[in-house]
């Protein structure tokens, strides 16, 4: 089975500027979008990571996150009209998504914390133990 | 494990140069997503600006021209926050649109939930379509 590995190099990250750049200036130049739903932010914070995401008009008891090890799912769905309607232009997201992150260090699943606030998402996820960094005292020789 | 999967016709965020807003604060301004729909009362224009609460949303319609301003603050700059990883950016989310004429202003309605904003235009009286009986002979 295929998987999406997602790790971070700095060319994922010149690729995306030139990317929004792209966008920017010329959007129909743009391919069309392949890329994960939704993005994903990770901060570190001490001793937890935070994982920001926006997921405008997805309903609380429409998302679902599971995490197992160091790897991170947020599922969800994007409501939709399901009337038919006249649209002029359609630019939002409809219907289900699935977004697997790895994440850079392994966390703590039993503590995490989710907000879900104004159409943002965050995750509180506290590093594991063996994540955490750690003093090493230098013996005197 | 289940591969991603996306919303259809989800394009990336959009930063933008060309809405006329004066900063004063630094940082980019982004384009809301939006559909535009036609019901036979009115045109409903739905936008996602996800982070932006009510006291922070402008909606202005003059002459029409219907523009829409959402403040976002930046998020997660604590001391001690760093950034691993980020794939999209923060700012204010500001779009201007032209519906044309037709549109009764006075009965503009709009509505802010989860990041979603959805703006009401009644169409004006005479734009509104009617049903014509036909007289029996």
Redesign the interface.
Known sequence: MFRTIDWYTPFQQLRREMQDLIDTVAPEFAPAAVRPYPAVNIYSAGDALLVEAEVPGVRREDLEILTTGNELTIKGRRPGDDENLTFHRRERGVGEFTRVVTLPIDVDADKIEATLQDGVLTLRLPKAESARPRQITVKAG | ?????????????????TVPTERIRGGRTYLP???????DDR?ML?A??????RDDLEIVYERGQLSILGKVDP??T?D?????????G?GDFARVFQIGEGIDASKIEAEL????LTVHLPKARELMPRRIAVKPQ
């Open positions: 494990m289940a591969a991603n999967t996306m919303p259809t016709c989800e394009a990336p965020k959009r930063a933008t140069e997503a939006v559909d535009i729909v036609e019901r045109l739905v996602d600006m996800p982070g932006v609460r998020r997660q604590a001690g926050i760093e950034c691993l990883r980020c794939e999209y923060v939930r989860e990041g979603v």
